[in-house]
Nanobody, 125 residues
């Protein structure tokens, strides 16, 4: 089982990026998934989560209204659309999946069993 994150890069403040996370080895259509991030010198931080049906979404206050999490289970892809990016969004972004069947979207990183390798997002002028 592997989660492969991509889409990171260098962007100016106010710009946009779209991250993707593709699952291989199994489908996660019945499982909650999420994005976390870790900035240099800081702890891992919750960004957004989505329930197994896609109907439940949950965002950190710092990204609410700017980021949108979505999933395409036919393509085994989790996405994070990031708009109005700020320098403080600079971090390595990780996707994660819960092993539990129909588990709730959660901000607790301990709820997730599978992790991608991370993709770097740098917001700078």
């Amino acid at each position: 089982v592997q989660l492969q994150a991509s889409g990171g890069g260098l962007v100016q403040p106010g710009g946009s990026l779209r991250l993707s996370c593709v699952a291989s080895g199994r489908t996660f259509r019945d499982n909650a998934m999420a994005w976390f991030r870790r900035a240099p010198g800081k702890e891992r931080e919750f960004v957004a989560a989505i329930g197994w049906s896609g109907g439940q979404t949950y965002y950190a206050d710092s990204v609410k209204g700017r980021f949108t999490i979505s999933r395409d289970d036919a393509r085994r892809t989790l996405s994070l659309q990031m708009n109005s990016l700020k320098p403080e969004d600079t971090a390595v972004y990780y996707c994660a999946a819960d092993r539990q069947f129909a588990g709730p979207a959660s901000a607790d990183y301990g709820s997730y069993d599978y992790w991608g390798q991370g993709t770097q997002v740098t917001v700078s002028s």
